[in-house]
């Protein structure tokens, strides 16, 4: 981790250094800005401001208005419907998947259902979110995070790019390793976006589940396997927050997880070809400029969590699995492709993931009639 703590001082220094050159003509363009339009609302340009509010665990940015996607779920080959469960349950709920597993693969006929039972988790404070709270605590506004000027949106300044963890961030981790690792020992796969965030809250609060020296590339007989996915990606476009560092320096130090589905060009490039791909598509769609990339939408995000869960998971033959990823793509996910099977499970489990937070359910997929 030797490289990380290198690199989380870096950017502590260029963190402090975007905020004295940022902040001040932050302050007084974003004062004009909220009289001239009426506070627009507070909320309208925010992080998630399709989607409904969220708790206050997290910052003002992360705020949503109550969206319908039903007509997405319903128009979709397959449905996902999902049943919230606390993590000490588990143990019993994969029991009870398997003795079904057993029964029905003794008939003849395929199974017309397969369930998962999936704990998913947000990452941890990064560098990024720590940005924002000492902006937003600077200058009492939040950060406009679909401006694109970079003096009042520093999270498209390149110090940021593919942001760590901050110490706060892994302690995080760490608490929900403690709480958590007791009831999470059955998992059979770890899938983890590259961003190196996500990467870092895997393996602290998976940290029993890390294979031996011995063992690296999870080739033994009952070792868990640690998978990088750019479908469980946050949201792409503009922040560069999301954005990918050089994949040799995330394989350098993360040795034990498998980067092979990583989309890469035909020279192996180390760029962020991922990243890259939509900048270039949402640049030339832009009717402003045609030049500045646009950031996912809701809606896309969640084509790419149906995507993954449908074409990934779906296909896997783990029954217990883990997913470590991003607050908008877990939002979108659980809010336009997860159907729940209790209101009150829709109304808990559609909230902002907290920082660190895991929250586990069981996934039944479905061919729709």
Excluded at 3 to 25: E, Y
Excluded at 107 to 131: A, C, D, W
Aim: proline fraction near 4%; aromatic fraction near 6%; hydrophobic fraction near 35%.
């Amino acid at each position: 981790m030797q490289l990380t703590t290198r690199r989380n001082a870096a950017m502590a220094l260029a963190l402090s250094s975007s905020l004295h050159r940022s902040i001040p003509a932050a302050a007084f363009h974003a004062v004009a800005a909220f009289s001239q339009h009426n506070h627009r609302n507070a909320a309208v340009r925010h992080y998630h401001h399709r989607l409904k509010s969220s708790t206050s665990r997290d910052d003002s940015s992360l705020t949503r208005k109550a969206t319908c996607y039903n007509h997405l779920k319903q128009s979709r080959p397959i449905r996902i419907k999902a049943k919230a469960l606390h993590p000490s349950e588990a143990a019993a709920t994969k029991a009870a998947l398997l003795a079904n597993n057993d029964d029905t693969s003794s008939s003849s006929t395929t199974p017309s259902t397969i369930t998962k039972l999936v704990h998913f988790q947000r990452h941890g404070q990064g560098t990024h979110n720590q940005l924002y709270k000492e902006w937003t605590d600077r200058t009492g506004i939040p950060i406009d995070l679909s401006e694109t000027i970079p003096e009042l949106n520093p999270l498209l300044l390149p110090d940021i790019i593919d942001a760590p963890l901050t110490d706060k961030g892994r302690n995080q981790c760490i608490e929900q390793r403690i709480d958590k690792s007791k009831y999470l020992g059955g998992v059979e796969l770890i899938v983890v976006s590259p961003l190196v965030r996500a990467l870092e809250t895997a393996c602290i609060t998976f940290h029993d589940h890390l294979p031996s020296t011995d063992n690296i590339n999870g080739g033994e007989e009952g070792v868990v396997r640690w998978i990088a996915h750019e479908g469980i990606r946050e949201e792409l476009g503009l922040l560069l927050c999301n954005q990918r560092r050089p994949l040799k320096e995330t394989r350098l130090e993360f040795p034990h997880v498998d980067f092979s589905l990583l989309t890469q060009n035909e020279s192996e490039s180390e760029e962020d070809v991922y990243w890259k791909q939509h900048c270039e598509r949402t640049s030339m769609n832009n009717a402003d400029d045609g030049t500045t990339p646009q950031r996912e939408s809701m809606e896309d995000i969640s084509h790419r969590a149906y995507d993954f869960l449908v074409e990934y998971l779906y296909h896997r033959p783990e029954r217990e699995i883990a997913v470590v990823g991003h607050s908008a793509w877990l939002l979108a996910m659980t809010n336009a492709v997860l159907e729940f099977e209790g209101s009150g499970d829709a109304e808990d489990f559609g909230t902002m993931f907290g920082q660190a937070e895991l929250r586990s359910a069981t996934l039944t997929f479905t061919q729709a009639d």
